[in-house]
């Protein structure tokens, strides 16, 4: 049986290395992490189910569930800021240089 090596990353960065992946991958990787978690705390808080969120959202029950459930593969960012738009929150993005 072949042996596997664990790799732990940190940030969204190593993470993107570990893959093989750009910068900018991991920069996008970080930035929805960061939308999905605030939305599926917003949702919690304000005790809303997912066909609420969807119908404030105008998306369907299965995209909303996909997000609180972190499986975002298939969700844009767009919709992830529709749906933070909606539950009454905008992102605020700061640019910095890159390393």
């Known amino acids: 049986m072949k042996r596997t090596k664990s790799i732990v990353t940190?940030?969204?960065?190593?993470?993107?290395?570990?893959?093989?992946l750009t910068p900018a991958a991991g920069a996008?990787?970080?930035?929805?992490?960061h939308l999905?978690?605030?939305i599926a705390e917003i949702v919690q808080r304000?005790?809303?189910?997912?066909?609420?969120v969807a119908k404030l959202a105008r998306t369907s029950r299965t995209r909303v569930t996909a997000i609180?459930?972190?499986?975002?593969?298939d969700i844009s960012t767009?919709?992830?800021?529709r749906v933070l738009y909606a539950l009454?929150?905008?992102?605020?993005?700061?640019?910095?240089?890159?390393?």
């Open 78 to 81: 767009d919709l992830l800021l």
């Open 28 to 33: 996008e990787i970080e930035l929805r992490s």
């Open 46 to 52: 304000k005790g809303l189910t997912h066909m609420q």
């Open 10 to 20: 940190r940030n969204a960065a190593e993470l993107a290395k570990a893959l093989g």
């Open 88 to 99: 009454g929150y905008t992102a605020k993005i700061r640019f910095q240089k890159a390393a």
């Open 68 to 73: 609180m459930n972190h499986n975002t593969k």
């Open 36 to 38: 999905n978690s605030k």
